[in-house]
């Protein structure tokens, strides 16, 4: 069965500090890797990843792939309050239908001032 | 970037009602369209995947006679909960892939369903 684990799964930070979450899977048929950042209705995407070794980055965030290792990090430096949210990991996999989406629990995030 | 809206953003029945929930993708055309629940603080649950022009492939555990789903065009998807109950209430969420989106999914605003 696939599966996708993300820890921690609740964290709380001050502004300013730098957070680093973890997403590891364990699937068949790995297509791809997702980022989502969700606040108070749907998830908004942040990051694909396909490669391992390469990083992408947006602003202060950036997040990287090991395929060998099966796990993504997703770092967050000199966060801000409205950086507090659930960020979804979610891994792509190609099942008997096409392509199936598989979701990480979350890691609820809060940045207090 | 791609855009899907969902229609309605909140929505209140009654018990033993039927309700139906809109997903459309408005600057792309959406081969495959997902649905999905969420409960509070938990993670979304896939509930079924559609297809344009063929039938719905439900998870385990969803009843798909409970939660018809359409997806009759390539920019519009529905979900209607039938007969709904009080643990029917959730929040759901539809999302929808396009041939020209590669492997990137967008996301629905979602709809708040509460049933009385």
């Known amino acids: 069965e696939d599966k996708v684990v993300q820890s921690p799964l609740s964290l709380v930070v001050h502004e300013g500090d730098t957070v680093t979450l973890n997403c590891s899977y364990e699937?068949?048929?790995?297509?791809?890797l997702l980022w989502y950042k969700q606040e108070k209705k749907a998830p908004t995407f942040l990051f694909m990843l396909?490669?391992?070794?390469i990083e992408k980055k947006s602003g202060r965030l950036s997040s990287i792939l090991d395929k060998k290792e099966l796990f993504s990090i997703l770092n967050i430096t000199a966060t801000q309050t409205g950086d507090s949210a659930v960020y979804l990991c979610?891994?792509?996999?190609?099942?008997?239908?096409?392509?199936?989406?598989?979701f990480g629990p979350g890691t609820r995030l809060s940045v207090l001032p | 970037g791609a855009v899907v809206s969902q229609h309605p953003s909140r929505v209140i029945c009654k018990s033993g009602t039927s309700v139906k929930i809109e997903c459309r993708s408005l600057?792309?055309?959406?081969?495959?369209m997902f649905w999905y629940r969420q409960f509070p603080k938990q993670s979304l649950m896939l509930m079924a995947t559609?297809?344009?022009?063929?039938?719905?492939?439900?998870e385990q555990g969803v009843e798909k006679d409970k939660f018809l789903i359409n997806h009759a065009s390539l920019t519009l998807s529905t979900l209607t909960v039938t007969s709904a109950h009080p643990e029917d209430s959730s929040f759901y969420i539809c999302?929808?892939?396009?041939?020209?989106?590669?492997?990137?999914?967008?996301f629905g605003e979602g709809s708040w369903l509460t049933v009385v």
């Open positions: 559609s297809n344009e022009g063929s039938k719905a492939t439900y």
């Open positions: 699937v068949t048929n790995f297509r791809s």
């Open positions: 396909t490669s391992s070794g």
């Open positions: 600057d792309f055309q959406a081969t495959t």
């Open positions: 979610a891994v792509v996999v190609r099942d008997n239908y096409g392509q199936n989406f598989v």
């Open positions: 999302s929808a892939r396009g041939g020209g989106q590669g492997n990137t999914i967008y």
